[in-house]
């Protein structure tokens, strides 16, 4: 295995199996967003694929988790965002009053800092989604999303006698394991990050970290992270983002012991952060 520079970061070999190939999921073109008069990002071009793991990096404040939200809309929640430029999905745009942000967020689900189940109860938890979107009604078909979600989560064998429980009793890694169940429950195309392990000890974030690494066979995954040893270890692409800007996007090997740009070797090497 390669080290990269004064961090240590450490890039694992591909796997001896290897996913489906990648393929373009989700393109943003140009995109700009504003706070009111603050820009937090500026023309940024990114691709998302199929059966890769996206790492977005960079300092507190770049601009990373903005532009994830870029992805399903979920800066249309806040009062004075505005974006611009383009964002598509499979090719189609998802900007535009004509969009179902609904359905869109459906298809490209959201997993947060911080856990966030709903005060219910496990099972309620992952029934949520396919329920509130028809894609399932209570019974035989409801028990069998709600029990392969949680298997592909990992947290199956953990909760299956504990399903009557409330989601916010269980331990922070499964809470967060959880909040995955529920995100793909409604079998998302897309599965957005931010900063998920923050908030975990490093045993659940070891086991958030192994779910990432299975779950890309089935989706495309953004994932913002502070963490650069993290990124190394799940992603296989990287994107480094500096003041707002994309610097510089490439192989997550690539980008970690042999950046091309100046500021990318910097915040590798650890000159800022």
């Known amino acids: 295995m390669t080290a990269a520079h004064a961090l240590d970061v450490v890039v694992p070999p591909p796997p001896e199996s290897t996913p489906a190939v990648a393929h373009l999921k989700m393109r943003a073109e140009g995109v700009s967003v504003r706070y009111g008069e603050t820009r937090a990002v500026q023309n940024v071009d990114l691709d998302i694929l199929t ?91 409801m028990d069998e999303i709600v029990q392969r979600s949680l298997s592909r989560a990992g947290l199956w064998e953990e909760v299956r006698d504990r399903l009557s429980e409330p989601g916010n009793a269980l331990s922070g890694g499964q809470q967060q394991r959880l909040c995955i169940a529920r995100a793909i429950a409604v079998d998302p195309e897309v599965i957005l990050m931010d900063e998920p392990c923050s908030a975990l000890d490093p ?71």
């Open 51 to 141: 059966h890769e793991v996206t790492a977005l990096i960079g300092p507190s404040g770049c601009g990373k988790s903005t532009l994830l939200r870029c992805f399903n809309r979920m800066n249309d929640e806040i009062p004075g965002c505005r974006t611009t430029g383009n964002v598509t999905l499979d090719g189609e745009p998802i900007y535009g009053d004509q969009i179902d942000v609904v359905q869109l967020r459906a298809r490209v689900g959201m997993v947060f800092q911080k856990p966030n189940p709903f005060r219910k109860s496990i099972y309620a938890n992952v029934a949520y989604g396919p329920r509130i979107h028809g894609l399932a009604k209570k019974g035989p078909e």
């Open 203 to 273: 045993i659940a974030t070891a086991r958030v970290e192994e779910l990432i690494y299975e779950l890309r066979s089935r989706y495309a995954i953004a994932i913002v992270t502070h963490n650069m040893q993290q990124a190394a270890r799940v992603s296989q692409r990287t994107a480094f983002f500096h003041l707002g800007e994309l610097i510089e996007c490439g192989a997550t090997e690539d980008i970690f012991t042999q950046p091309a740009k100046a500021r990318t070797r910097d915040y590798i090497t650890g000159r800022y952060g």
